[in-house]
């Protein structure tokens, strides 16, 4: 099983090739985890794709945590799912069991808190640097990271502007790791890519 701290977040529009082939060589690379966040996909094409991108990762013993939709996640037998706080509030008991792994994006401590109370295994946290996605909004920084990572007991990973120059920052402020989507979208290698992460 893979050792990376790496969860890849996906945004297909990014890709600039068959979205399926990138996918099958980022899960080569055993990230921690393949977050399929197609945030903009009705729910009918986000099951189909879902059901692809889950198969791609069984088959490199990745992890593949579905995004947002919860009983479609249920309807497909997938064991992790990653929500929005507005979501993760309205999930019930039943849905929940359902899951070994949730997730919740979170913006500050009091999400956070919020998040481990309500059934998380972890949590994202950010944007911790300035990211092209969230143009013109300074990342929220190291200390709002270290912050998040002392306040709960759950894994904690950063996300937003993470590379390789500054990863190790994320790593110091407590966090389990860290999540990559446009470089990971976007790089030429890969491969180079995900060892450069490494810790």
Same mark, same amino acid.
């Given at each position: 099983?893979?050792?990376?701290?790496?969860?890849?977040?996906?945004?297909?529009?990014?890709?600039?090739?068959?979205?399926?082939?990138?996918?099958?060589?980022? =899960?080569?690379?055993?990230?921690?985890?393949?977050?399929? &966040?197609?945030?903009?996909?009705?729910?009918?094409?986000?099951?189909?794709?879902?059901?692809?991108?889950?198969?791609?990762?069984?088959?490199?013993?990745?992890?593949?945590?579905?995004?947002?939709?919860?009983?479609? =996640?249920?309807?497909?037998?997938?064991?992790?799912?990653?929500?929005?706080?507005?979501?993760?509030?309205?999930?019930?008991?039943?849905?929940?069991?359902?899951?070994?792994?949730?997730?919740?994006?979170?913006?500050?401590?009091?999400?956070?808190?919020? !998040?481990?109370?309500?059934?998380?295994?972890?949590?994202? !946290?950010?944007?911790?640097?300035?990211?092209?996605?969230?143009?013109?909004?300074?990342?929220?920084?190291?200390?709002?990271? &270290?912050?998040?990572?002392?306040?709960?007991?759950?894994?904690?990973?950063?996300?937003?502007?993470?590379?390789?120059?500054?990863?190790?920052?994320?790593?110091?402020?407590? !966090?389990?790791?860290?999540?990559?989507?446009?470089?990971?979208?976007?790089?030429?290698?890969?491969?180079?890519?995900?060892?450069?992460?490494?810790?």
């Amino acid at each position: 099983m893979s050792m990376s701290d790496i969860l890849c977040v996906t945004n297909r529009k990014l890709c600039r090739e068959d979205f399926q082939k990138r996918i099958e060589e980022i =899960a080569s690379c055993h990230p921690k985890a393949i977050i399929l &966040r197609e945030k903009d996909m009705e729910a009918n094409d986000y099951l189909k794709l879902a059901a692809k991108i889950m198969k791609i990762c069984e088959q490199h013993g990745v992890m593949c945590i579905l995004h947002s939709f919860t009983d479609m =996640a249920i309807s497909l037998h997938a064991k992790a799912i990653h929500l929005p706080l507005h979501l993760l509030r309205e999930m019930t008991d039943e849905q929940k069991s359902r899951f070994t792994q949730l997730g919740a994006s979170c913006h500050s401590v009091e999400d956070a808190f919020e !998040a481990q109370a309500l059934g998380c295994t972890y949590i994202t !946290a950010g944007h911790v640097f300035e990211t092209d996605c969230k143009k013109g909004l300074p990342g929220r920084g190291i200390k709002f990271l &270290r912050n998040v990572c002392a306040a709960v007991e759950i894994p904690v990973y950063g996300i937003g502007g993470i590379d390789a120059d500054n990863i190790a920052l994320v790593r110091d402020a407590g !966090a389990s790791g860290a999540c990559l989507m446009s470089s990971l979208m976007e790089t030429n290698n890969i491969t180079g890519l995900m060892k450069a992460m490494e810790k």
